[in-house]
């Protein structure tokens, strides 16, 4: 069986990571999973929420969104409706976890980091691209932070990587990093968040056609930690590159 | 180690399902998992959301809520707040999913049932009680459906059962069943849906504190599956007393 | 005549309330007026609303509120909706005026007292239940706060006790205590909202299908206060009970 | 004892009722109660709610609202705030109920009318010259849809008239229709809703600083249904006069 | 050609500009253009928002809404929809900006008024009725605020007048003022907001139906500013006038 | 004097009009002013809102926004506030009204187009390089909905092109499409909306902070109509490319 696309099971789409794609933003990169593509900017501010004051520890979340036509019907726009969905709500909490998996709160200090992750246009895995530049955007803005001396000299914010990747069983077949027409047909679908050493952050499998066994799930986390692997050495590799090149 | 209750690490804390709570609804469940206290009702209408409407099939939907007052310092009511956040939104669709696992849309026919689940008091577990109860409360709706013949004759909505439980990993022990106080000390933390037949609905890990490998993912499975088998039972047995015993 | 559950017409429903519900409240009563379960919290804390600062003054309020099962047919959640309904808005003012109505802010200090009545099953009567239970989870909450020192020692923020309960015109006939059945039959209903000396707190009477007059008001408000005097003594009754028991 | 502006306490201030106040609605009237300004505008619309349809009944339902500065302190919008407020929705609800009272819902058909009551300027009494003036309205918009045919003819919605007064215990002393400064310096207050013969079709008293007993709400219903009998006369008055003069 | 009400195409409608309209408001005015009437009423309060506090600057700020039935047929109420319009929002904005244009932020000191512009009756026109009629309350409280010394003795904190007149092509005619009726049937309409002195505030045209080419966009600014010239004496002629006359 | 870019007052930014940037929409474009990126998709659905059904014609609208990031420092998003601002409401407005001057709406059929502009990256001149990208959209949109025959055969919906560009008046000198710190600095602002036969279809000036006269207004008013026929030039360049290359 080969797939729409004509990728092995095993086989990511192709990823680019392209960082400094805003001029105001202090961490910003598009990044693309095949046509699945995502802005994700980071924006620093000194200070915490009020519930952290104090604390001198930092704090970083995310916001996910959708462009009303970045997928293939138009949807209506939240701000137009006046209400976040439980889909946006989902992700973006989902987004926020990973990164502050592979932070250092107290060597952050009362900083802030905003990573917005909007999606210009969608073909699956939007959540796990997201997730994957909006690591890039981080440690470009926490490298701009530590140039401005915004985080204190010496201090490393980030414990590590993090990036991530989607998996699922379409037709019997556990594939690699879904396609949106291959997601609609999964049986079973799962969003692994990985560090960059292959450990995880987030395992999230549902079932969407017919429960899963313990076989099932154990040959996703291969596919997905596989996966993982690769997305971190592209990570890696981006962020090797000098900014502006 | 012991449990600050005395548990064994793969101990359940004492539950209770009780049927029949609510005079108005199909189906209603007050089920306790300790001192977690939640009132699942199943309300049964005939007929479906508009984008289901002459497809044949029904539908089964989930509004999961907190009392202000069901956790130890009050929260504002959404209601009052004007939007329902990020957490209820997710925890609604989550047992919504877990519900639909079972279900049969066909033999069901164009009925929707909604499922509320109030979080009467919280101790941690809030989610997998209301899933384990809500299952029983969506049995009692649907054999109410089925003897006021809105389901036809001979069909069978129910494929199966369902329930659920919260695994973690606290101080390297890991642990089945967590109360409040454990799972704020928790480094990993798991919720896991399984159906009857011991196969996995939902899978959703999260490293709260540090990332886990697959040893301890194994680990998790194993206590979620065995605590979901003792579930299994107790909703069978529940479900085999006459109602209004 | 006789009523549909065989009461005289002044006659209440049984009438129970059950103290120390909730673990986690420093007040709560589950209250019932036959099938109508009210569940009351009552959360102390520390401080006043902006408008009242440096005032010296105490304040109590309310929030009303029901399950969307608690009766017949299921209504539509209004965290959901993103607004609180008219009728909402109304019991919880009438709820929180009553209670003011028994306060010396003075005394209290600069602390809130906040009532939740939710709702958990409705047959009639859910904001004379709520009125009903949530003085006695004030009271216990003051109790509480006396011997926590957060109300000064040889304050007295309780100035009497207060209840509440519906009459109503059903077939030319004023009946105490409504349920849901003679409710929407009923010419005429009244709230009467009345201290444990007799007096009132308010008078709410509303003419459903036909205007009444001085005459029938008059009847309405002898039943209501001979009602009134029972609950009062329901009240002391359970408050006099240790606490646990 | 006299009043701030010397008027006896069982006297009104000057009322005057202003008709086609507007060009574009069905019934519209200025209506003063001393300084207190409220426009009515009646708004007749062929059909009915959805959960009325097909009834053969129509539907009578009334909105109101205070101009940001009506009165002493600016208001914030309800609109810009995004959510109505629950005194606004109580005072809507009252007038609607008020005027229904006086609705023979058959014999208007399915055929609906809108009061909107706005303050244009507020002294106290703004509900009770709402629904004072909202009749005038009412009636000149059946009026109207009785010329149009939208009533068929020979029918007579309109059952009898309905005005409302307050009414307030001040220092001891019961007191007709009270300004501002009167009604916050109350003891207990109470609005009065009465049919053009009498009768009562809403009685809202509230204690606000102390508890009143029986003898109390004798003086003030007294008090308040002879000032009712002054208002039906004048609602009489204007009415008779000719639309336009 | 004549217009529907017999005036000439440079032809305003009567104008009445009535000052200190509400007893409560440190200005107001129930302006009129024809059946176009506008209540504005000016609010003084000593501060600024929270971006302008320690600048030592003031500010003024604008709300324009619509009574439910100003129209002929009735609107939603924004606050019952729970949000403001587009329309809302601009001519909000547009009337804020125009007063702004003749404040000295300086000379106000850190002082705020907001301008209420509640349309009571819409007959075309009502943004700009608006303007015209807010200048006059915002020149009253500013008077005001003098003579409290709110603002500092020798301060001046208005730099000029502004009022503003609507214009349009009609079959091809450019008219002056237009009336509801007018302006539904223009191919081009324009907004021009005037200082006294005859310069421009704001100039707002927009082609309806046929764009329109500069020679057109020339007659009606013409237009426009001799109908401002008439709009600035009748402000003036009015607040000479001694308020209370 | 030299603008901060090098460019003479009455030269564009380079402009670049990049087609069919969305796989998903009938119509898409990124357009570039300099460093302002909007990307617009235009979206056909068959059908038109329920105010136009049945009258065989077509409607055009636009929705405008801002990720959070596209600007110096990030804006809170409107879905989160849960409110459209007013700057949001009066550009979707703006750029609507503009795309419907060239549109043929009984060409069109009863079908509907959506522009959805999303501006990725702002540095002034947004809403006209929205304006002048939707343009281009919309026309492949409706290409291919004649390809489709959702537009009935021989129908041209089109009845021209329209652009819009930005002018000011900044130290005395008028230029033309202002970048965010020229604008920041214009005593007046104004955008100006063409056809490509060089007549208006908005004209909107403001004085930012000194009232303009005629002169000046036609000082900006040339700039803007020289500005607007480079921009219909490459408008024309860009739909002459074969989509794709």
């Known amino acids: 069986m080969s ?10 789409r192709p990823v680019t990571i392209e960082r400094g794609w805003s001029k105001h933003a202090e961490g910003s990169v598009l990044v693309s999973f095949g046509d699945t593509k995502v802005l994700c900017t980071a924006t620093v501010t000194e200070g915490v929420p009020r519930w952290r004051k104090g604390s001198g520890e930092g704090w970083v979340t995310a916001e996910y969104s959708m462009l009303p ?9 939240e701000s137009v409706r ?28 009362e900083n802030t980091v905003v990573l917005d992750c909007d999606v210009l246009q969608a073909d699956g895995g939007t959540r796990t691209a997201a997730i994957t530049g909006a690591y890039v955007a981080l440690a470009d803005a926490i490298a701009w932070a530590q140039a401005k001396k915004i985080v204190k000299p010496g201090r490393k914010p980030l414990t590590g990587t993090v990036c991530a990747i989607s998996v ?8 690699l990093d879904l396609r949106y027409e291959e997601d609609v047909r999964a049986d079973t679908d799962m969003n692994v968040v990985c560090t960059g ?17 313990r076989r099932e799930l154990g040959a996703l986390l291969d596919l997905a930690t596989a996966g993982c692997e690769n ?8 962020l090797a590159r000098t900014l502006g090149e």
């Open 3 to 12: 797939r729409i696309d004509g990728r092995t099971p095993d086989q990511l």
């Open 69 to 77: 036509r970045a997928t293939n019907t138009r949807g209506d726009r």
């Open 82 to 109: 006046g209400k976040i969905g439980g889909r946006t709500h989902e992700i973006s909490r989902l987004i926020g976890r990973s990164l502050r998996a592979v932070i250092d709160y107290k060597a952050l200090g």
């Open 168 to 175: 699922g069983i379409v037709g019997s077949v556990p594939l």
């Open 197 to 213: 050493d292959g450990r995880f952050v987030e395992v999230q499998g549902t079932a969407e056609a017919a429960p899963f066994d």
């Open 231 to 238: 997305l971190t050495a592209l990570q890696l590799e981006a």
